[in-house]
């Protein structure tokens, strides 16, 4: 470190044909002339110099002009002045390579943007610091050298001259850098117009996009609706055919089966009656036929016979046959004739067709009862219809109960809107006495820093004899220098040590205003943060925040300041939800949310509003801070660097600090206007002190920091400088505290997390403060830096 701090400090010569940085192409030439300048100079003093030491007595020759008062000449003013010009190259140097740095580690559009406009604004700046230093070097030499200039008249003509076309080329350069800056400007402010117009022509497309779902959906309800009612119809009417059918269809069924029975009963008693007789008749035929038979067989073997019997036993034979044939003729007789056997014959024929029928009759009877089993399942299938058709009209009963009360509703909530605001909460306020009535203010006087610091300190501590708040000058007083600097607060720290409790007695303590908003893990975009609109209930439900903003700007507390304070604020991430707010406190004045694309009913009468039907905002109260709390543990995420850029940090220690009772002397009330001319004034009578902070931080530690961690910053932390130092002073701080803090959240707390950086580059840097802050001579230790840089180094350390 030593050598590297003594090759730093040792002047260098410059060197012929030596090309210029592409950080500062223009700022390495005027070094140079300076040099050459002076070196001419020198030759000059040195020349005239040898001239007197040659001729004592002080005469010269003729020709050689008038004589030279060397003792005019301050040679070792000009050798000074070579040397402070080579430092001047060596710090131009060391700019261009900071200048590089920064060039390198841009990583985004807007980064690359501010980055330009903050490296431009810093070369006009050094461009017209060095036009100062030209300027108040060419007067002194002027006044020191007159001698010299008027002994030679025409090396004074070119000098000027020389000055002349430096003095345009820097006012050329200069112009053309305000020119560039001012460019930037107007491409920023329009695309910050673009972006707005883009966002209102979103949300009026959102805006139609739901209106035409709402008229889709009433359009669905209302033809689901009328289907439904022509399906009952349908219904009603396929019921009616359904039971006419079925009552014709069971007396057909019932008639048929009766006469069908009829019929079957007598035919089968008639074909019974006819098949006894029948069976009767056939049998008897049969068993005459086997009697014949019989007898003829008997004559065959009557005949058989014959021939072994005598003529008398024949004839005797014969004559029992003729008695025998004579009898059976006369059975024959009494037997049926062909008639009868026809008719018998056809009978029978009649009785097998009267089977047939009653098997055809019974496979028709079989037929009906199928045909009745079919009719009662289409009796249930009806009946299950009849019952589908009393549940599709309970249904469409109750989406007609639901459009009723949905048209009522919609008709009491339109009157109602036209009597009443969507913003009933804000409503409220504007009702309440209390929050309605302006305090008198006119006799409170504008707060001396120092006394306020120490009030506040005793106020917060007897709040509440039961849960006594301490909290140490130095915290105090960095909170104090934190409104200052601007309008949002991240307070870091473990769980309990009274975070949340800092802005509320904080704000008791001086009269105003505050509100904890309590931040959810799901919370993504503005409407959880502000709130979001029902479009069919004409409401607007406004979240915490939202009512935070507008109470803010009531009666009560307009002159007053107010604290949001958002609880864990990162359970989310604030670069979701928070987007818009950090946008609007990057250029607060006339900033402004935006609720609704157009209104309807009556305004609250805070909120914004263009023309009637118009867009509805709400104003961003120039008497608001925003006060976020932070866990750092795994159920939370880690603020992004911009935000860290943009904020005021303040960690607390993990312990209360112990202090004696203090005794209450009075309750001081703060006004917005006179902690604005409290802030004021120190800024004015304390200036000086910021530049030293400045200085400390721009110093060797910037190059450092950007070699080693490849870190750099803009003008916003000039202007938060600025801001801070000054209050903290004229609180009863002291620089180095100042510089302390401002030092370690702002600038090391950034690389605390950046694990790519090694424990040996965080030694380097520590070792860097304690150096250059001795060098500014600070007052007291950088206690604070030190132990972030240990304590990411021992992180480093244990992997």
Request: hydrophobic letters at 35%; aromatic letters at 6%.
């Amino acid at each position: 470190m030593s050598k590297r701090k003594s090759s730093r400090n040792t002047p260098r010569k410059p060197t012929a044909g030596r090309p210029a940085t592409s950080a500062a192409p223009r700022t390495d030439a005027q070094p140079d002339r300076l040099l050459s300048q002076a070196s001419e100079l020198a030759a000059v003093a040195g020349t005239a110099a040898a001239a007197e030491e040659l001729d004592p007595t002080g005469e010269r020759p003729d020709d050689a002009g008038t004589p030279l008062d060397v003792a005019e000449v301050d040679v070792g003013r000009l050798a000074a002045a070579l040397v402070e010009a080579r430092r001047a190259q060596e710090l131009y140097d060391r700019a261009a390579r900071a200048a590089e740095a920064r060039a390198k580690a841009a990583d985004d559009r807007f980064a690359d943007a501010e980055r330009t406009r903050t490296t431009l604004a810093e070369e006009a700046a050094e461009l017209r610091q060095r036009w100062t230093v030209l300027t108040e070097r060419e007067q002194a030499l002027g006044d020191r050298e007159l001698a010299i200039r008027a002994r030679e008249l025409d090396a004074e003509a070119g000098f000027r001259e020389y000055g002349a076309q430096a003095r345009r080329r820097l006012d050329a350069e200069l112009a053309e850098l305000t020119a560039r800056l001012e460019s930037e400007e107007r491409e920023h402010r329009d695309r910050q117009g673009a972006e707005r117009r883009r966002h209102r022509e979103v949300l009026a497309a959102d805006r139609v996009a739901v209106e035409q779902e709402l008229a889709d959906r009433r359009k669905r309800v209302e033809a689901e609706s009328s289907e439904l009612e022509q399906q009952w119809a349908l219904l009603r009417a396929d019921r009616r055919s359904v039971d006419l059918l079925h009552s014709e269809l069971e007396e057909r069924i019932e008639a048929a089966r009766l006469a069908a029975d009829a019929r079957t009963a007598r035919r089968i008693k008639e074909l019974e009656f006819r098949l006894r007789t029948s069976d009767e008749r056939l049998a008897a035929a049969v068993a005459e036929l086997d009697h014949q038979r019989g007898l003829v067989q008997q004559q065959r073997r009557d005949l058989d016979l014959l021939g072994q019997h005598s003529p008398e036993a024949h004839a005797q034979r014969v004559q029992d046959l003729e008695s025998t044939n004579q009898r059976l003729r006369d059975e024959l007789a009494r037997r049926p004739d062909e008639e009868d056997v026809a008719y018998l014959r056809r009978t029978a024929e009649e009785h097998r067709r009267c089977a047939q029928r009653v098997a055809e009759l019974r496979l028709e009877q079989q037929r009906l009862l199928n045909e009745v089993q079919s009719s009662r399942v289409a009796v249930d299938e009806i009946r299950l219809l009849r019952d589908t058709q009393l549940a599709y009209q309970g249904v469409v009963n109750g989406y007609r109960a639901t459009i009723d009360e949905l048209h009522q509703r919609y008709d009491l909530l339109s009157k109602q809107a036209e009597r009443e605001t969507a913003f009933r909460g804000c409503d409220e306020m504007d009702r309440d006495q209390r929050v309605g009535t302006p305090r008198d203010l006119t006799e409170v006087p504008d707060p001396d820093l120092a006394v306020l610091a120490d009030e506040v300190r005793r106020a917060m501590w007897h709040q509440d004899p039961k849960d006594r708040l301490a909290y140490s000058e130095r915290d105090v007083r960095s909170f104090l220098g934190g409104l200052a600097m601007s309008r949002l607060h991240l307070l870091e720290g473990l769980s309990g040590i009274g975070k949340t409790s800092l802005p509320r007695a904080f704000a008791r303590a001086i009269g105003a205003g505050h509100r904890v908003v309590e931040v959810q893990a799901g919370w993504r975009d503005r409407q959880d943060l502000l709130g979001h609109y029902n479009t069919f209930e004409r409401r607007f439900h406004e979240s915490a925040f939202l009512k935070a903003l507008y109470e803010a700007q009531c009666p009560y507390y307009a002159e007053v300041p107010y604290f949001i304070v958002l609880d864990e604020m990162n359970l989310s991430h604030p670069e979701q939800y928070f987007a818009d707010a950090l946008s609007k406190l990057e250029n607060p004045r006339g900033a402004a949310f935006d609720l609704l694309p157009s209104g309807t009913g009556r305004p609250p009468a805070r909120l914004l509003t263009d023309e009637p039907d118009g867009e509805w905002r709400i104003a961003l109260p120039e008497n608001v801070w925003f006060i976020g709390t932070a866990n750092n543990d795994e159920t939370t995420v880690r603020f992004a660097d911009k935000t860290y850029d943009r904020a005021f940090v303040l960690e607390l220690p993990t312990q209360r600090p112990r202090i004696d009772e203090p005794a209450l002397r009075s309750q001081p009330v703060v006004t917005l206007v006179g902690l604005q001319k409290a802030f004021t004034a120190a800024r004015r009578s304390l200036r000086g002190e910021a530049g030293r902070v400045w200085r400390f931080i721009e110093g060797d530690l910037k190059e450092l920091l950007a070699e080693e961690c490849q870190l750099g910053w803009g003008s916003r932390l000039k202007r938060q400088i600025d801001a801070y130092v000054p209050v903290v002073c004229a609180a009863g701080g002291t620089v180095g505290e100042a510089a302390d803090g401002l030092l370690a959240t702002k600038v090391i707390h950034k690389i605390e997390h950046h694990y790519e950086i090694t424990g040996e580059a965080l030694g380097r840097v520590r070792d860097e403060v304690a150096t250059s802050w001795k060098g500014q001579g600070l007052d007291g230790e950088p206690v604070q830096t030190v132990a972030v840089l240990d304590r990411a180094i021992r992180r480093r350390s244990r992997g």
